[in-house]
């Protein structure tokens, strides 16, 4: 009986090889590919000529006469006389507008580039909402939509600056939460290539905010 297991064993391995081949051997015919991992995309590689556009070329130059200026549209042009240029995207300043420290410290209050008004607390809601509720919940409790599914609610999900009273005096300064934002922390990846330093500053703004709503009996953690 033993016998006829090896001989219907080597009968399959044989199939098996050639169908598909040994390590190394060529073949004229298309692979086969269970996972193609986006091997094929329809998109134009470079120096390669595409016929959609008239001109042949896939790449677009940019409008005549336009200056790219980020994501928003500045206050004022940078023509006009005395305009100060204001750092919306994403840079690498060693400001505390930039990095949320002071020298070696984490600063506190928003940078003196932005303004706590309605415009900045509603564009951090918004983002929060986006990119911050999910685990950290709505209300900032943790407890967001991925702590009810599998193995993520073994983890104890905190936003930072968390409205549980047991993990608040962990974020104490702006300066500190911006820096979980822009380069994460623990379970929690950067943020900093997602979100505009002004945006990460308006989630602090926010996230402050609904702290205060949150002691004042405005907005329920439970």
Known sequence: ?????????AFVAAIVVA?????GSKSELPPIELFPDMDHQAKVKYQVKSDFFADGHA????VKNTVPMGFEVPAQPASNPGAKPVAYGFTNGLDYYNTGKIGDFYG???????????SLLERGER???????????ASGNGKGVTSKYGIL???NFHQAGSLDPA????YRADGAIYDVITNGKGLMGSYGG????????????YIRALQVAVKEGNVSVQ
């Open 1 to 9: 009986m033993l016998k006829y297991f090896f001989l219907s064993y």
């Open 19 to 23: 169908a598909f081949g040994t390590r």
């Open 59 to 62: 790449a677009r130059l940019p």
């Open 108 to 118: 506190d209050g928003l940078p003196e580039e932005l303004k706590a008004d309605k």
């Open 127 to 137: 983002q929060y909402n986006i990119y911050c509720a999910v685990c950290h919940g």
């Open 153 to 155: 609610t073994a983890f």
């Open 167 to 170: 993990n608040a005096g962990a």
């Open 194 to 205: 997602n979100l505009t330093v002004r945006d990460r500053w308006a989630i602090v703004a």
